[in-house]
């Protein structure tokens, strides 16, 4: 038995840029039960249930047929879907046979049926263990969450993360709507990515239409992405940084969304980057200070790096690492910069269906989105953001840590609470 | 230096006298609370905080606990399953506090207005006092705003020159 036989037995399916395994229920579970390829995504969509496996340059789509509202769990074998079967639970109704964790996720108990019930968090056992909350509302300027932390002096005995605060309904809000439309809520789920949602979920909706977006729409993306990027990667090592380091990458960042305010009309580059190309050509004469920004945020970024031998060795290599990717973002935006194409920067999108994905790197993973189209209108829509594969894993790793260690474990993941609550 | 929109601090120097609460000194608390944001709106507070826009030097701060806060700052829409704490944390408030929207989504809901798993911008669990409208609004524009708040809440009389920093 191996993933060779499963999916010979498959029917495949037309889809862009690679083809969808249609697997009859008793295979999904095999293939369920039994490794190597990590999950990506996993969603349920209209009586199937889809997932994305394997690794993001080469990655395997795979669908099944519910049965009686239910498939087989995918996270036994991979932990890290724990997170994608609760939200199909909450959002579809779909229950994931044999999963380990069923806690909800963005199902608080405060749908229309006017009975608010506060969430139940796992119960403590052992002496000397104590419980303690944090959150949604918590820290200075941050995200709703909730920590729920199992305590045995100042070591954490289990870390139980309370998510959905800020879940928003974007999918159900983006089905039914043309690509168009829809974009403004993919460019909303997580600002700190908003550039690679758009990007995705655009990609998406360019394969499903077999459409191809002009040379300098092409270029001035990876532009934006790159600015994005370097700006998250050095956001996030500011966060671990204090004093000083915060001072100057904080006035790194600065300088990013100043110039990409000047290129492209918005710090963040919101709704930039649409199906079929850009909202506007940019301003190519404030370009140069944009590639200078990057330039100041690898030099920054290499400095504070060269002190990460301060951090736990975990941390440390995740410094390191967001440096290299600031590097990375500069280089690859100087490449593109030296032959910019010529104009137009959009072309538009045809009423077309098909079945398309979008992928794009982000400063926590790649990015995914799936798109269903009929006439060119959302008849089915996934996105997933790594924040969903990291959360469950930040539960495992804060275990057994200290306390104290806790913001800049989970500081230096570069989580997103929106990217996970959809 | 930032300056508040005359006509808004006309407005609210109403507002807060007809409502007979005004905040002691010039040194304002701000309880930040996130109340269903893509975090767009905390990018660009986190930029105001910083060195390059500077909102320490206009008397505003932000704080950990509500009980010592004189300003609620919403941003994102407030989702039904934020709409509890949202409320428990204005109750732990003293008055007189202060309500500020900050973005497109507190303000109404923005893009997602009407959803099904919203309950809309803030002022439909909280009376807001002001709007600082904006997907996200800059930094300067956030602060602005909450000059806005300041100045009207300040008798003028008793208005001290902002500081500034040795060499802006």
Partial sequence: MNLKSILGAASVEPAAPFPLHALPPQDWARLAAEGPLPVVALWADRGRIYALLGDDASPLAVASPLVDGAYAAMSPARPEAAWFER??????????????????????????????????????????????????????????AHHRLTLDGARIAR????LGYTHRGVLGLMAGKSCRAAARFAARLTADATVAHSLAFATAAEAASAVEVPPRAAALRAVMAAAERSG????????LASGRWEARLEAARERIAEAALACFGHRLMMDAVVPGGLAADCDEASLPALAAALAGAEGIAAAFARLADRFDPAIAARIQARAGAAAEARQLMDAVLEALPEPPVSVPLPMASGMGFGAAPSARGTIWHWLDLTSGYI???????????????????????????????????????????? | MRQADPATVAALAARLAASGERLLGRSLAIRHVDAGSCGGCEIELRAARGAAHGL???????????????????????????????????????????????????????????????????????PVDLLIGGCPPMPE?????????????????????????PHA
């Fill in chain 1, 232 to 239: 998250a990667e050095i956001a996030i090592l500011g966060t």
């Fill in chain 2, 56 to 126: 320490a030097r206009y008397g505003l701060r932000f704080v950990e606990s509500p009980r010592e806060a004189d300003i609620l700052l919403v941003t994102g829409v407030v989702t039904r399953n934020m709409a509890q704490a949202l409320r428990m944390t204005m109750g732990a408030m003293p008055r007189p506090r202060f309500v500020v929207a900050v973005g497109d989504c507190a303000m109404d809901g923005g893009v997602f207005k009407g959803g099904p798993a919203i309950l809309g911008g803030a002022d439909k669990v909280l």
């Fill in chain 1, 87 to 144: 939200l199909a639970h909450d959002l579809q109704g779909v229950a994931a046979i044999g999963a380990p964790d069923e806690r909800p996720a963005v199902d608080h108990g405060r749908g229309g049926n006017g009975s608010p019930e506060w969430p139940r968090f796992i119960e403590t056992q052992g002496e000397g263990l104590h419980q303690a909350a944090l959150g949604p509302v918590h820290g200075l300027i941050g995200p709703a």
């Fill in chain 2, 141 to 165: 524009e956030i602060i602005e705003g909450l000059l806005a708040l300041v100045e009207a809440n300040a008798p003028p009389a008793e208005k001290p020159a902002p500081r500034t920093e």
């Fill in chain 1, 159 to 162: 870390l139980e993360m309370r």
């Fill in chain 1, 379 to 422: 008849a089915g829509v996934f996105i997933a953001d790594p924040a969903a594969l990291l959360w469950p894993g930040l539960e495992a790793e804060a275990a057994g840590g200290d306390i104290e260690d806790l913001p800049m474990l989970s500081a230096s993941l570069g989580l997103s609470v929106p990217g996970a609550d959809l």
